[in-house]
């Protein structure tokens, strides 16, 4: 039986990502865990996260996770969501805060003058609501998930990757951020899929059976 560790450091929708992964793959053993053990015997990892960049960071560190986090996104199918997106790259602007680095990149509040739509009217920061996602190009984690997919989005900062190559997607507000990226083994998105209805949930069965190449 295959094993996907779900983190839990203390900050994370975990009950309804778990609830998911159940979900799309009833033979599989889900663990919410904090135990490194666990999660570095895991066949995948996901790592969820809501709420703020510094907080994330201290509580890895709080909790011995910020080394076998590391190590299980440089060797296995790994699902970075939210803010379990934004921790991986090397510096956030909340708070200052450096990330796990693991990604080049850094982390940018949406710029409040530059937050308004077509006609005008202002937008309001966080992000939240249903967006339409577009796919930069192929990719096993997109398998029947139409271009331009509606996800859910909780956010007010968003990922600037320090290489093109690795944006998977972008979604518009107003301008383009990237909403999720690809960098080998790792697959990570600022929307929360186990929120998006049909899309998500084929986005995590896409996850279970996903090899961890761009290949698939």
Known sequence: MSSIAVVDYG????????????HVAPDARILVT????????????????????????????????RKPLIEAAQTK???GICLG????????????????????????LFP???????????????????NEVQQTGAHPMWA????ASRFYFVHSY???????DMVAAFTLYPFPFTSAVAAKNIFAVQFHPEKSQSAGLRLLANFVT???TAAG
Do not use: T
């Open 144 to 147: 029947g998930i139409p271009d």
């Open 85 to 108: 997106m934004q921790a991986l790259f090397d510096f956030s602007e909340e708070g200052h805060a450096a990330g796990l680095g693991v990604l080049p990149g850094q982390v940018k």
């Open 77 to 79: 199918p790994f699902l």
């Open 112 to 130: 409040a003058a530059a937050m308004y739509d077509a006609g005008g009217q202002r937008l309001k920061v966080p992000h939240m609501g249903w």
């Open 11 to 22: 900050m994370g929708n975990l009950r309804s990502v778990a609830k998911a992964l159940e």
């Open 34 to 65: 904090s135990d490194a053990g666990e999660i570095a015997r895991a066949d995948r990892v996901v790592f969820p996260g809501v709420g703020a960049m510094p907080d994330c960071i201290r509580e890895l560190e709080l909790r011995h996770l």
């Open 158 to 164: 968003y990922v600037e990757a320090g290489h093109p």
């Open 210 to 212: 996903w090899d961890g």
